[in-house]
């Protein structure tokens, strides 16, 4: 079923918990992953062309709170998603920007990581299932590969 532009992200909204998966040691060849919960509050915004959402994190090293923020524009037909974390209130991460296209999400952006400059992209996958999964990955060398070092799984 093909969805109409602009709506892919519909299916967040409402209460989900998450179940993390995190590499704590990032472009590094480490395997020191880590798992914890969460919680996440999504609504609509914009008439449909936009989403917000509120996260809870619970790091084994304590509890934080953070947003998603998406939005679309139909003249591209890009999505653009951001980060708030609330434990850097003032820093918005940069932008990831991209598109669905046969059920799969792809995001990219440029960003610094540890002063150098990377890739990130985030995959957006089985959306139309119970369990809506999510991946972050890192790329120190302009895409050629790729480290997933975050994944989400959620459940309602």
């Known amino acids: 079923m093909t969805q109409k532009p602009g709506s892919e992200f519909n299916f967040l909204a409402g209460a989900w918990k998450v179940q993390h998966r995190r590499l704590k040691t990032r472009l590094a060849g480490a395997e ?3 798992e914890f919960s969460g919680q996440t509050t999504a609504h609509l915004t914009l008439g449909g062309l936009g989403n917000i959402d509120d996260n809870i994190l619970e790091l084994p090293d304590g509890r934080y709170r953070a947003i998603s923020l998406r939005s679309y524009d139909p003249s591209t037909k890009l999505w653009a998603i951001w980060w708030l974390d609330g434990r850097k209130p003032h820093d918005l991460d940069v932008p990831v920007v991209g598109g669905f296209s046969d059920g799969i999400g ?17 995959v957006w996958r089985d ?30």
């Open 106 to 122: 792809l995001f990219y952006a440029e960003d610094i990581f540890e002063g150098k400059a990377i890739k990130v992209r985030f």
């Open 32 to 34: 020191d992953w880590e």
């Open 127 to 156: 959306m139309t299932t119970a369990s809506p999964c999510w991946e972050q990955a890192f790329s120190p060398d302009n895409g050629q590969t790729w480290e997933v070092n975050w994944t989400m799984s959620f459940t309602r």
